[in-house]
T-cell receptor, first 114, second 111 residues
Framework: GAGVSQSPRYKVAKRGQDVALRCDPI?????LFWYQQALGQGPEFLTY????????KSGLPSDRFFAERPEGSVSTLKIQRTQQEDSAVYLC????????????FGAGTRLSVL | QKEVEQNSGPLSVPEGAIASLNCTYS??????FFWYRQYSGKSPELIMS????GDKEDGRFTAQLNKASQYVSLLIRDSQPSDSATYLC???????????FGGGTRLMVKP
């Protein structure tokens, strides 16, 4: 595709619900990243994939957060038993490689947990 | 202390002036530095990347890097109202994967 595509753009969840956020990276991009951006803050790293391998998940805030990229293309970020503090914009980025490669961001999914 | 620090602003400049945005980082081994522009409700968009000490110019934008002082800046010449946005400084770690972002500086260019 022309850019990184994320869906849904907006998600409202009741506290305790599970949610799944989808990211479709730029075609051919090997690396895929998830970031969380709270209101008025910069994005914070959650996790990183190189192809289907999850090489770094050090930023995931709790074991309620889980990400996968089973075929090395589309990725899903799943949040179980959502809490109010999970409310944020979840950004996905992809890059062709790793070293010095530019990360291109999707428009994000705005998650509101009520 | 945050790993990447920016003044949150807002920084207000008149149209046509030079806007100067600053960023400091704590990891002395960082090698790659980026400035992203983010309009409200939109995704971050890359403005400049810089990897070596000195200046890098691209149109109205100049990025400056001083690794000894652990300092990165972005100059915007002839500022336009359309430049009004939040500017995010990002640093890539030594492993070459994730970006660490500052909190962003909100720039307002007044006509």
């Amino acid at each position: 595709g022309a850019g990184v595509s994320q869906s849904p753009r907006y998600k409202v969840a009741k506290r305790g619900q599970d949610v799944a956020l989808r990211c479709d990276p730029i075609s051919g991009h090997v690396s895929l990243f998830w970031y969380q951006q709270a209101l008025g803050q910069g994005p914070e790293f959650l996790t990183y994939f190189q192809n289907e391998a999850q090489l770094d998940k050090s930023g995931l805030p709790s074991d309620r957060f889980f990400a996968e990229r089973p075929e090395g293309s589309v990725s899903t970020l799943k949040i179980q038993r959502t809490q109010q503090e999970d409310s944020a914009v979840y950004l996905c980025a992809s890059s062709f490689g790793v070293a010095k490669n530019i990360q291109y961001f999707g428009a994000g999914t705005r998650l509101s947990v009520l | 202390q945050k790993e990447v620090e920016q003044n949150s602003g807002p920084l207000s400049v008149p149209e046509g002036a030079i806007a100067s945005l600053n960023c400091t980082y704590s990891d002395r081994g960082s090698q790659s530095f980026f400035w992203y522009r983010q309009y409200s409700g939109k995704s971050p968009e890359l403005i400049m990347s810089i990897y070596s000490n000195g200046d890098k110019e691209d149109g109205r934008f100049t990025a400056q890097l001083n690794k000894a002082s652990q300092y990165v800046s972005l100059l915007i010449r002839d500022s336009q109202p359309s430049d009004s946005a939040t500017y995010l400084c990002a640093v890539r770690n030594n492993a070459g994967n994730m970006l660490t972002f500052g909190g962003g500086t909100r720039l307002m260019v007044k006509p």
